[in-house]
């Protein structure tokens, strides 16, 4: 954490809400479409669970740790490259939105990025063992305070500070829990350097992973948003952006 100076932040007027790329949601089994891909001897079933997440329009990555290596190879096989966003639901996106909100409320003007921004550094987007192709770059991202002149257009057009909008973990583990971590990283937009940054987690359990891709998935959208909305404004109380 890195908690910005209270004068500071007191002058800031208007504020752009920047959401980061989102990783591939990872689901281990045995919460994976009502189980049915516990059933390691039916390729079909899993076809069809790989067909079914992949085709959806979340971002998602089933993470089979403990499936045998031919279905591991099919699974591989089916993955696809990072969706363009305007044919996503992107957490980042509703996560900016909500901070966008809430700051909004407490007097400053606040606007959204229609640009999602890339994780820097990152190379492969598929499926590992570890995830580390993706979590690496999020952690550089996190704690790099090396300055940026990337948002210095943004400057000129009255934005005061921008604030990255990224998530860490995300993810369905093996006892059924969503785990989530957000980040909030503050930037200058003139001098380009680090500002604050802050981040939350939460591990919260999903008793209804059976029907959560129902209805375009709305079930399972509307749950991430309630674990996850809780963590942004954590961070932006913990930035000084919204009061205690």
Request: with cysteine; hydrophobic share 40%.
């Amino acid at each position: 954490q890195l908690q910005p100076d209270p004068e500071r932040v007191s002058r800031v007027r208007n504020i752009e809400f920047v959401p980061m790329e989102t990783p591939p949601l990872i689901i281990f089994p045995p919460y994976v479409a009502g189980q049915i891909a516990r059933r390691e001897e039916d390729i079909n079933a899993i076809k069809a669970v790989s067909s079914l997440l992949f085709q959806g329009q979340l971002g998602l990555l089933i993470y089979f740790s403990t499936f045998p290596g031919y279905l591991l190879r099919e699974l591989e096989s089916r993955q696809m490259d990072y969706p363009a966003p305007v044919e996503m639901w992107i957490p980042t996106v509703e996560f900016a939105r909500e901070a966008s909100r809430l700051v909004a409320a407490a007097g400053k003007a606040a606007t959204v990025s229609s640009e999602i921004q890339p994780i820097p550094g990152i190379q492969d987007r598929l499926r590992s063992l570890t995830m580390e192709n993706w979590l690496g770059p999020i952690r550089d991202w996190y704690n790099d305070e090396s300055p940026s002149a990337k948002y210095a257009g943004l400057a000129v057009k009255g934005i005061d500070l921008i604030a990255e909008v990224g998530i860490s973990n995300y993810e369905i583990g093996h006892s059924g829990y969503l785990i989530l971590q957000v980040i909030v990283k503050l930037i200058d937009p003139r001098s380009g350097q680090l500002v604050g940054r802050a981040r939350a987690f939460s591990s919260t359990d999903f008793k209804a992973m059976d029907k959560a891709f129902d209805n375009d998935a709305k079930p399972f959208k509307d749950f991430v948003l309630q674990a996850g909305n809780p963590l942004v404004l954590t961070c932006l109380r913990e930035l000084r952006l919204v009061p205690k």
